[in-house]
């Protein structure tokens, strides 16, 4: 089956970008941390101009977020200045079989980390242009969130304490905020059988586009992040 591109958005790109700069923050971090040498890694600037360079044959926004970008990342820089977590892990992916160990279920989190109390957190950085309690409680029943729960407390036994939510608002005036996510024990109870479905209902489409159902829906179709690879598909057919 062809995959569709995903169109560039400048959230998209944005959202690319400030995740490129705190990778090599906390890589970096990670390296002072255990002895190593910071320096194998780019600062988190140049993390920013190098992805924008390698990325702008795509699109011109990806140039014209550089300056936006390294600004916004300062500013989340100044504001956590104080932040005492030890790394553990920077994105670490997570696999597992699933469903009689049929499907492989893989998921790539932002950070993890230690507390001052030893306990360990699962991060996930997030780009915003808003922060409120909306903005948070959407992410209590998203599988992402779920997943992170079902890997920590399968990794890290009782040590594991949750999900962080990593939120950096990036329009100005710059804001910041962390914390973390509410749990849902019923959506995790059936998290294992909800991928076994959606397994199901892949294998049953085919390799035909035109057999699989159509979402129909204005927060899939028309995300945050712009237009769906098929929404032109979906919308005129093949």
């Known amino acids: 089956m062809d995959v569709l591109p995903f169109p560039m958005s400048p959230p998209l790109v944005n959202g690319s970008l400030i995740h490129i700069a705190l990778a090599h923050r906390y890589q970096r971090l990670k390296e002072q941390q255990t002895g190593g040498d910071p320096n194998k890694w780019f600062s988190p600037e ?90 948070l409680d959407q992410y209590i029943l998203d599988g992402q969130f779920i997943g992170y729960q079902m890997f920590g407390k399968a990794i890290y036994k009782d040590r594991f304490a949750g999900v962080i939510l990593n939120r950096i608002k990036l329009s100005h005036p710059y804001d910041f905020d962390r ?15 909800t991928i076994e479905e959606g397994e199901r209902r892949i294998a049953a489409g085919g390799q035909d586009i035109d057999s699989f159902p159509m979402a129909l829906n204005n927060q899939t179709c028309y995300g945050k992040y712009g237009k769906c690879g098929a929404y032109d598909l979906c919308r005129f057919g093949v």
Do not use: C
Not at 179 to 193: D, H, Q
């Open 46 to 135: 140049q993390a920013i101009a190098a992805l924008a360079h390698k990325n702008n044959d795509e699109s011109p926004l990806w140039r014209g977020a550089i300056a936006h970008i390294i600004e916004a990342y300062s500013a989340y820089n100044n504001n956590w200045l104080a932040e005492d977590w030890k790394v553990l892990e920077v994105e670490n992916e997570f696999r597992a079989r699933v469903g009689a160990k049929k499907h492989l279920y893989t998921q790539r989190a932002d950070l993890v980390v230690e507390d001052p109390s030893e306990r360990v957190w699962i991060v996930d950085h997030k780009s915003a242009y808003r922060i409120n309690s909306k903005t």
């Open 179 to 193: 914390r973390p996510i509410e749990p849902a024990p019923a959506a995790l109870k059936s998290f294992l059988a």
